[in-house]
C-alpha cells in the first residue's frame, strides 16, 4: 500500500512540472515542440561530395529516434546549423621502417544551435571526432568509418543540446 501512494505522490509531482519534458535519455527539452536542421554546408580543404547528405540526415535521425521533437522547415522551436570545417586522413604509429602503420580520418563540424524556448541553452560550438584504419585500406574503409564517425558526432551534438547530466 505504500509503494502505491509514494508512487501516485510522484506521478502528481511529476505532472505539475509541466514545463520540462524529459525522456529515458535525460534529455530536456522544455516546451520546445518543433526542431529544424539546416542543411550543413561542406567547407573542408577535402570534400566528401556525400558528407553534407549524411551529416544532415544522420542529425534528423537522432532527433527523430530520441526525442518527441517535430521536424520543421521553418520556425522552430530549436534549429540546429552549421558547416563542416574539417575532413582529413593523418598517418599515424610510424613503424620502424618509416612508414605509418594506421591512417586517422578526422571529422570536424561547427554547429550553432538556437534554442528560441530557453536561449540560455543556444551554443556555438565545434565537434571533431576520428577514426583510424590500417595503412594502405582506408578506401576500403572510408565508408564504415565515417558512418562510425558520424553516430559519435551526432550523439556529441544532441547530448550538448539537450543533456541534463
Not at 36 to 45: L, T
Not at 116 to 141: H, I, M, N, W
Request: proline share 1%; aromatic share 10%.
Amino acid at each position: 500500500m505504500k509503494k502505491i501512494i509514494v508512487f501516485i505522490l510522484l506521478a502528481i509531482v511529476a505532472c505539475s512540472c509541466g514545463h520540462v519534458t524529459f525522456n529515458m535519455s535525460g534529455a530536456r527539452f522544455g516546451s520546445a515542440k518543433t526542431c529544424q536542421v539546416v542543411y550543413f554546408e561542406n567547407r573542408a580543404d577535402i570534400v566528401n561530395p556525400r558528407l553534407t547528405a549524411l551529416i544532415t540526415d544522420a542529425l534528423k535521425e537522432k532527433i527523430q529516434k530520441s526525442s518527441s521533437l517535430r521536424l520543421v522547415n521553418s520556425n522552430a522551436d530549436v534549429t540546429f546549423e552549421g558547416e563542416i570545417t574539417g575532413y582529413s586522413v593523418q598517418p599515424q604509429q610510424v613503424t620502424a621502417a618509416g612508414s605509418a602503420a594506421k591512417d586517422r580520418l578526422t571529422i570536424t563540424v561547427k554547429v550553432k544551435f538556437t534554442n528560441e524556448v530557453d536561449t540560455e541553452l543556444s551554443y556555438d560550438k565545434s565537434f571533431s571526432r576520428f577514426q583510424e584504419c590500417t595503412a594502405g585500406s582506408f578506401s576500403s574503409s572510408e565508408g564504415q568509418m565515417v558512418d562510425n564517425i558520424l553516430e559519435e558526432l551526432m550523439e556529441d551534438i544532441y547530448n550538448e543540446a539537450f543533456a541534463t547530466w
